[in-house]
């Protein structure tokens, strides 16, 4: 009945820090589905196990989100990029990596956002 419940999700905000990532998952509605801490080690194959292919998966524009941006692409999810201007009026607590994972996907659900186009390598 668990795995029935994660095929449902359909965006992803993860708030990236030095070497824990917060992840927040949600249905299309906006209902949290599955919040989580994760190390750095273990955040991705993790994600990729609970969260379906056709989910969209946004971070925070920063350097290191340009890197899992491509990783994740690599793996064949859509990923958004968002400016922390952009993500900031969402946040609706504390500033904490839980409430701006929240917001992050929160973000992602808003029409007419603007998006940052993941940057190469070359």
Known sequence: MRRKSTMKISHVGVDIAKSVFQIHAADRLGKALWRVKLSRSQWIDKLCEKVPATAVIAMESCAGAHHWARVLQARGYTVRLIDARFVKPYVKSNKNDR???????????????????????A
């Open 99 to 121: 409430a701006d994972a929240e917001a992050i996907c929160e973000a992602l659900t808003r029409p007419g956002m603007r998006f940052v186009t993941p940057k190469s390598v």
